[in-house]
């Protein structure tokens, strides 16, 4: 069950999100400004924050910004009843992943929702693998390996960098590789060349996905 926070100081709008987030399987929480959103978020997992830009105390820019320095934090949906193409501009650059104007739609929200947790989880997956490529890097390193059960991105067997990556890490399987191969690594470079590729391919299905779904 996905973990939402809704941060608007006015109460009724905070119950009605809940209940539209709630009828869809999702765990909802609320906060009242942009303080306890803060709060909330270094304290609990987050897998969305629904903002309101207008908040009593720090506004909603300067909470997104906050949320936006936290290691792995949330993505970040901005609603806002009185949004300018500025004010929209500048929740972009800041970070957020979408920008909402009140009166909210309930299937363009639950739309928003929806591709921003997709996002969330993508990355964390990929934060996932990188970690464990470095383990292995690591390992390997330190026991002066000079060959790895890898391909690399320049040899003539067709295997790009995303394929040296899943050997990387003993799933040459997840790229339908044969199970056993042998090949000399030159330049641990590859490995990571696979890392951002995965991470681009992840990050194309995500925005296909949401520019699909917005049309």
Not at 29 to 37: H, K, L, P, Q, Y
Not at 93 to 116: C, I, Q, T, W, Y
């Amino acid at each position: 069950m996905h973990n939402i926070l809704i941060v608007d100081d006015e109460a009724g709008i905070l119950e009605s999100l809940k209940g539209v987030l709630e009828d869809e399987g999702y765990k909802p929480a609320c906060a009242e400004s942009g303080e306890a959103c803060l709060d909330l978020v270094q304290k609990r997992p987050f897998d969305v924050v629904l903002l309101d830009i207008w908040l009593p105390g720090i506004d909603g820019l300067e909470t997104l910004h906050r949320i936006k320095e936290m290691d792995d934090g949330p993505e970040v949906v901005m609603i806002s009843g009185h949004g300018t193409i500025e004010t929209a501009v500048r929740a972009t650059k800041l970070g957020a992943f979408d920008f909402l104007e009140k009166p909210l739609n309930r299937d363009k929200l639950l739309l928003s929702v929806r591709n921003a947790v997709r996002t969330q989880k993508l990355e964390e997956e990929v934060g996932e693998l990188r970690e464990r490529a470095e383990k292995r890097l690591e390992q390997m390193a330190a026991a002066g390996q000079t060959e790895a059960r890898l391909y690399g991105a320049d040899q003539d067997d067709g295997v790009d960098g995303f394929g040296a990556f899943f050997l990387l890490l003993d799933e040459p399987e997840v790229y339908g590789l044969p199970p056993d191969p042998v090949v000399t690594t030159r330049h641990v470079g590859q490995v990571w060349a696979g890392v951002l590729a995965g991470a681009a391919a992840l990050g194309a299905g995500v925005a296909a996905a949401f520019i699909g779904g917005r049309g």
